[in-house]
Structures are given as C-alpha cells and as structure tokens.
C-alpha cells in the first residue's frame, strides 16, 4: 500500500483554488519530488499532508491514517522541516532536540542516545553544547533534518530543504538527504524548485496552478518530451554528414563545433555511431534534456519566469 | 488529552530562556526596586497616611501586583515570538493536543512570575512589614492565582496577534491601565465611580486586594477594601474563564 495517498485533493482561500483536484500516491521508500514555480501550490499540499492546514474536498492519507479524522496520528508518522528556520536560537542544538523528543513523547533515555546519534549523522556532535545562533545556516538546516528525523518518522517532509543556502552548503545538504534514504529507508517527500534536485528524485510531479500536469520518474518525463542530442566532431565533418543521412535516416545539423543530431537514446546510439562511420570521430557529447526543458515544454513557460511568493503563517 | 512531557519542556524552554537573557532579568528586578524606593519614598513625605500605614508600605503589594503583571503579560508574548521566527510551527506539528501547548505557556508564564513575586517579598520585613512564613506562603498562593489569571488573559490576547509591534501596541493599552486601576498607587475606592467601574472588572485590583489582606493587616484608610473570599474568587473565576478561552481560541485557529 502507498504510504501517501492523496485523491481530488482541493483548497480554497477565500474562494480561490490554490489546490485543484491533486492525485498522487507516494510509494514507502521513494525520494518524491513536487516540483513547480512559487505559489503553485506546493507548501499548501504539504501543510495539509502535515494536518497544518484544512481542506475542502478529497482525500489525504498518510501512514494509513485520514489527515482529517486522525492528525495525531499522522502527526506521529511524519517528520518535517519547514521553508524557514524554526529552530529557537537561544537554545543549544542539544537543547532543541531534546524539546522535540518531549514532544515526541520519549523517554529520556532513549531521548539522550538518539539525540547522540542523529548529531554524528549531520557532523554536529561538537556543537551539541552551542547555541543556535552561533550557527551557520548549513548547520541550522542539517540540524533541523536531525531534528525532524528524531522521532524515526516513516515519512520525511522537506519544504524547499535548501532554500537560501550556497550552492556548496546545498549540495552538502543533498547528499545527507540521499545518503539518509540509503541507511534509513525513509520515504522523503519534498518540494524544490529546483531542476537539478528535482532530477535526484526517484519520481516528480510537476505542478503548475494548483494541478499535476506530470508524474514520473525524471529519466522517463524527459524521454516523453524530447530526445537526446549528440554533438559531434569528425575528421570529414561533410562526409559524415552524408554517411549519417544514408545509414541511419537522420538529419544532421551542421553547429560550430561540428554536427548535432537529435536521437531517442543517445547512450545506446553512440555506439553504432562508431561502429558504422568510417570517418574518423575526433569528439563526441551527449546532452540529455533536462527538467527545465521539460517545464518549458508542459506550460510553454521557464520556471524561473515567476515571482516570488509572500512566506505562509501559521 | 494532556501530555505532561511536553508541557514540562515547553515550561523548561521558557525558563531557560528568561535566565539566558539577562537583561530581562536586571530590568525585571530593578523596576519594582526604582518604583518602591524612589516614587515611595518621594510620596512617603507627601502624603500623610493618618493610620499606622507609611506610603511606601501600602504600596509593596501593588508593586508586587505589577511584578507579576508585567512578568506575565511578557512571557505570553513568547507566543507571538514563537510565531513569528517560526517555532510555534515545530509544536503545532507535535502530536500534542493544543490545550497542551496552551498549558505549556500558561504554567511556564505563572510559575516565572510566581517565582520574581516571592523574590520581590524578600524585602517585606525590611519594610517593617513582618508577614512570618505562614504569610509568605499564603501570599505566594494568592500571587500564583493573579499570575495564572493575567498570564490566562495575556495568552488569550496573544493568540490573535500576528506582530510583535501589534502586540506592543495592544499590551500597552491595557497594562497601563490595569496597573492604574489596581489600587496598587491609591485605593480604587477615591475614585469617581465611572472610573471605578473598570477597576472592578480588572483582576488586578483584586489580586492586590487580597496581598494586602496579608501585608496590611489592621485598620485604616490603606488597607484592603474587598473581603478576602471575593478577591479570590473573582481572580480564580478570571483565571478559569480566560484559561478556557485561549484554549478554544488556540483549538480553532489553523
């Protein structure tokens, strides 16, 4: 059974749609990607999967309990680390985890060894004794996923997880998010508006306007879309050229560096390429459509054409 | 219903919180200090009291009475604190119940001013006011009560405040008055009655009311004017009814 299952899904603010009529079901185990512009509707699903927020009609079920019948329940499943900083600063690390552990109900026991624990998984156990605001904002976001992994949630929620951050500090981010999906086998679902995290996920939706307009595994939305483009250089570019047209069908196009051609799948036509030219090939790279071109190509927009969006309260 | 870990912890985090920011602390031990020994004894040789009562006797329990109103309605701010940097979301998403949450903050804010009243007590008998340990824990009881009231009150309001310049504004618009209308500075009974009337809905002055049935026993102008049953139950009936509506008002916001 699908450990998210979300049906007809919708949300109004003062009459407007801000979800409208979202499907999707999340397999135990997957990194699930939402991914979409500012103000599509992204933090608004993810605050009614967490019981932050109520909806209008359809279902949302999490671990196997109704968001609406028993948030407590789902409230025990899941795990989230919001958009922005919720850690108080004027507390230790230590001292924040152990609050989240009460409210989780452990015993101090346990409490203290997993609080060790987690603290050397995110590289943060000599600053147990710190206080937060000393801390630098990739510590701050390793230390608030420690914190939401505290209570071993079957479901990790991340909201936009390395938002703000540097490029380096992100990555850094990003590789404990993978590398936690490997040891824990914890399903992780998260928002970004990023193409290159999207692409790291095991399966995406794309959202646009409060509705999916694609759901699959990012290699597969990116061969329904287009094909792969193979540049290449040879020693008789004018030759091959005409070699490519008669052997293959092709139409190669003549660029700066030599030819591009578009193929379905250009890692097992690379191959063929070498074995039935005959004229010498000096270069060759392969550029796979990315996300962005799969955006672009379902809305007819970039992603990053939007404006930003007003921080949601509570 | 009631998960007393988690109110033990929010409690926890608010009383390391005070004890971190020690300004908080100078200026809460200070400001009873400056109003006792400077605006009591300046009024002291003013005001002749006729009975037995120096001023700046009769003013200790008022003094104790803004303690505890200043201490309370400030640690409900935390809420809108909490809400704006953000925390407030951690515990929402805790599976406990809100009436815990609202506990939480409602124990933590009385004990810390139960805590700086007693403090402030210390000085009674330097006073000349020797109330003995039986009086002190009768009034540590009383001023438990008024701090569970106001702290209740302060919650309620709290709730609906989405800025801590908000907050500002609308705190400042009822502490001051409450303090004013309190009997801490005169008896609310010289008042005009259509001032008076607001002094008898403020649980402050009732509050005050029943320390000064413990400070200032004995006869005269500056004692006590409401019997002592009547000032503990209208601030216990205040503290339940205000306890109930930030609960409700907690439960239903989303």
Redesign the interface.
């Known amino acids: 059974m699908p450990i998210i299952q979300v049906k007809d899904l919708v949300k109004r603010y003062n009459g407007l749609e801000a979800v409208r009529g979202v499907s999707f079901d999340v397999e135990e185990g997957e990194v699930f990607g939402f991914l979409g512009p500012n103000g599509a509707g992204k933090t608004t699903t993810i605050n009614i999967l967490?019981?932050?927020?109520?909806f209008d009609s359809g279902t949302a079920v999490v671990n196997g309990h109704d968001c609406r019948k028993a948030p407590?329940?789902v409230?025990?499943s899941?795990g989230?680390v919001?958009q922005?900083?919720?850690?108080?600063?004027?507390?230790t690390a230590y001292?924040n985890l152990?609050?989240?552990c009460?409210?989780?109900?452990?015993e101090k026991k346990v409490a203290e060894e997993r609080i060790d624990e987690i603290l050397a998984v995110v590289n943060l156990s000599e600053r147990k004794g710190d206080l937060v605001k000393k801390f630098s904002g990739g510590m701050k976001r390793r230390l608030e996923i420690a914190?939401g992994l505290l209570h071993r949630p079957k479901v990790l929620f991340l909201d936009e997880p390395t938002l703000g951050l540097d490029p380096q500090t992100r990555s850094h981010v990003w590789e404990f998010i993978k590398g936690l999906k490997k040891s824990e086998g914890n399903t992780v679902f998260m928002t970004t508006h990023y193409m290159d995290e999207a692409e790291a996920c095991d399966r995406i939706a794309i959202i646009d306007n409060g509705k999916i307009i694609a759901c699959e595994r990012p290699d597969e939305l990116k061969r329904a879309i287009k094909g792969d483009t193979i540049y290449i250089k040879t020693s008789d570019d004018e030759k091959a050229r005409a070699e490519i047209e008669k052997k293959f069908g092709l139409k190669p196009k003549p660029v700066e560096t030599g030819l591009a051609l578009t193929v379905e799948a250009g890692d097992k036509f690379i191959p063929k390429l070498f074995e039935r030219l005959t004229s010498e090939i000096l270069s060759v790279n392969l550029k796979k459509p990315s996300l962005e071109d799969v955006f672009i190509n379902l809305t007819g927009r970039a992603i990053r054409d939007y404006g930003p969006n007003a921080r949601p309260?509570? | 219903m009631l998960?007393y870990?988690?109110i033990?912890?929010i409690t926890l985090?608010e009383f390391?919180?005070f004890y971190?920011?020690k300004g908080r602390l100078v200026v809460t031990m200070a400001r009873p200090l400056i109003w006792l020994f400077i605006v009591g004894s300046g009024f002291t040789r003013l005001i002749d009291t006729g009975a037995g009562v120096h001023y700046i006797q009769f003013i200790l329990p008022g003094i104790v009475g803004m303690t505890i109103l200043f201490s309370s309605i400030f640690s409900t701010i935390s809420v809108v604190w909490d809400?704006e940097?953000?925390?407030?979301?951690?515990?929402?998403?805790?599976?406990?119940?809100r009436v815990t949450i609202v506990f939480g903050k409602l124990l933590s804010g009385t004990a810390l001013s139960t805590a700086q009243g007693a403090a402030l007590l210390i000085i009674a008998p330097f006073l000349g006011l020797g109330i003995g340990l039986d009086g002190f824990l009768i009034t540590v009881f009383l001023m438990f009560l008024v701090a569970l009231a106001i702290t209740a009150f302060g919650l309620f309001i709290a709730s609906f405040l989405?800025s801590l310049e908000g907050f500002n504004v609308i705190m400042n618009f009822i502490v001051l008055p409450m303090f004013f209308l309190s009997g801490a500075l005169y008896p609310v009974g010289t008042l005009p009655v259509w001032i008076r009337v607001f002094a008898y809905i403020n649980p402050l002055c009732f509050g005050v009311d029943s320390f000064k049935h413990i400070l200032l026993p004995g006869e005269g102008r500056l004692v006590a004017e409401f019997p002592l049953m009547v000032d503990i139950a209208f601030v216990g009936a205040f503290a339940a009814l205000f306890t109930f509506l930030s609960a409700l008002v907690f439960e239903r916001r989303?």
């Not at chain 2, 940097?85 to 119940?97: H, I, K, Q, T």
């Open positions: 967490c019981t932050l927020l109520n407590d329940r409230r025990s899941i989230l919001f922005e900083v919720t850690l108080d600063n004027e507390l001292e152990k609050f989240h009460y409210m989780y109900n452990m914190r309260r509570v | 998960s870990k988690a033990y912890v985090r390391k919180r971190r920011q809400r940097f953000g925390f407030l979301r951690e515990m929402l998403v805790a599976p406990v119940s989405a989303k």
